[in-house]
């Protein structure tokens, strides 16, 4: 009976601090004020935008990703930390400060590449050191680069090397990626509304001076 008693007294007890805390939680929430964060992702030499970067802001359920072209724009309070994350690139956070002037704030990410360090491993195919030298002057091996005074490689033979070499493993899976995000958006994404479009009209008043929506004999 005793630990029945002890029992709703502690389920009575932690109600009350539940009704308590609950409002003074919402009432912070409702005091902090929204902020529309928009930006572009850029990669670390700033050359070019990174389309899928996901934004978000961790335990809150709020996010987006950038998009063809590297922009994003999403609502955040103030005092959130917003999480920037791609694979192969470096996890960014950026705290929205307080008491900001005004409801908008824009900014310019640029992602550094994630560099990863594996242990060094020795590969050995021969089984002695004797018969690798053996191996080594027996080869007959004429080398394809021209070599400048400087014992440099030459600019023409870099540049031959250049073309030919393969893109990495990093570099083929963001290619691949890339084109999945720019097909789905492209597919499934909004389409632009040409009306507000300064370019759009630029053009329109050039088609009109050069008569071209005349009626032709």
Do not use: H
């Amino acid at each position: 009976m005793d630990s029945i008693i002890k029992n709703i007294a502690s389920f009575l007890i932690l109600f009350c601090l539940v009704l308590v805390f609950k409002p003074t939680q919402a009432q912070d929430q409702q005091e902090r004020k929204v902020i529309q964060l928009s930006g572009i992702i850029l990669n670390a030499d700033s050359t070019d935008a990174v389309p899928g970067v996901n934004v978000y802001v961790p335990k809150k359920g709020r996010g987006t990703s950038s998009g063809r072209f590297g922009y994003f724009s999403m609502p955040v309070l103030e005092g959130d930390s917003v999480v920037f994350s791609f694979i192969g690139l470096k996890r960014q956070v950026f705290s929205v400060p307080d008491n900001v002037a005004d409801d908008k704030i824009s900014l310019i990410v640029t992602m550094q590449e994630d560099e990863i360090a594996l242990a060094e491993i020795e590969v050995m195919p021969y089984p002695s050191e004797d018969e690798f030298k053996r191996a080594i002057l027996a080869m007959n091996y004429d080398a394809p680069m021209t070599v400048d005074t400087r014992g440099s490689l030459s600019p023409e033979t870099l540049l031959r090397y250049a073309e030919n070499m393969p893109a990495s493993g990093n570099e083929n899976f963001r290619g691949f990626q890339q084109g999945q995000i720019m097909q789905i958006q492209d597919r499934y994404g909004p389409r632009p509304f040409r009306l507000l479009d300064p370019f759009a009209w630029s053009q329109f008043i050039q088609s009109i001076k050069r008569g071209d929506l005349k009626k032709k004999d």
